[in-house]
């Protein structure tokens, strides 16, 4: 069973940044992908960046030139570096992790971040 703790949210003014990270309990296993997702109040869970085990990376459109996914060299930790941030990026951000691409087996408990307007 793996285990995926976020850390990093918090409250931040419009144009700050935050850098979120998610570490794995157990190693590489399940951890060939690796991705941040976010949901917003009443709205559905939406898919923001992933990660794979060659550093491929894929963003949504709402994020590109903003975000920078990253993992690190033990390929058990991903980071979201988040800037220029808008109000509508507030949502609680979660870590997922999965051993192929495109299904996430765990998820993370979930980081709260607000950014004021």
């Known amino acids: 069973q793996v285990q995926l703790v976020e850390s990093g949210g918090g409250l931040v003014q419009t144009g700050g940044s935050l850098r979120l990270s998610c570490a794995a309990s157990?190693?590489?296993?399940?951890?060939?992908?690796m991705a941040w997702f976010r949901q917003a109040p009443g709205k559905e869970r939406e898919h923001v960046a992933d990660?794979?085990?060659?550093?491929?990376?894929v963003y949504s459109d709402f994020v590109k030139g903003r975000f920078a996914i990253s993992r690190d060299g033990a390929k058990t930790t991903v980071y979201l570096q988040m800037s220029s941030l808008k109000p509508e990026d507030t949502a609680v951000y979660y870590c997922?992790?999965?051993?192929?691409?495109?299904?996430?087996?765990?998820w993370g408990q979930g980081t709260q971040v607000t950014v004021s307007s």
């Open positions: 997922a992790s999965g051993a192929v691409s495109g299904r996430y087996d765990y």
């Open positions: 157990q190693g590489t296993a399940h951890t060939y992908i």
């Open positions: 990660i794979n085990w060659n550093g491929r990376t």
